[in-house]
């Protein structure tokens, strides 16, 4: 059985930072692609970045710069270093992985930013 299990969220001052953790299990997670997306209420959800191959990693212009995705295979986890944030940045936010027609989510964590 595939689960997938995002933590790390909760309530930040707008400038700073969290870190989160995406696990999975039931899959052999180094050859899954590997992303986070963020839905705020009313919106669509939206990608952020995703991480493959040999750690090669792409983010949306949204985040470029603030945000770092990385990936332990070991530990079958993904991370999300998240800094400098805004209050836009409030969100639920997911991982997602995805190999072939395999295509796994979380349930999200919140992320809150007081301003």
């Known amino acids: 059985q595939v689960q997938v299990v995002e933590s790390g969220g909760g309530l930040v001052q707008a400038g700073g930072s969290l870190r989160l953790s995406c696990t999975a299990s039931?899959?052999?997670?180094?050859?899954?692609?590997v992303a986070w997306y963020r839905q705020a209420p009313g919106k669509q959800r939206e990608f952020l970045a995703n991480?493959?191959?040999?750690?090669?990693?792409k983010y949306a212009d949204s985040v470029q710069g603030r945000f770092t995705i990385s990936k332990d295979n070991i530990k079958n986890t993904v991370y999300l270093q998240m800094n400098s944030l805004k209050p836009e940045d409030a969100a639920v936010y997911y991982c997602?992985?995805?190999?072939?027609?395999?295509?796994?989510w979380g349930q999200g964590t919140q992320v809150t930013v007081s301003s």
């Open positions: 997602n992985l995805r190999f072939g027609t395999k295509d796994y």
């Open positions: 039931g899959i052999t997670f180094s050859i899954y692609n």
């Open positions: 991480i493959f191959g040999i750690n090669i990693a």
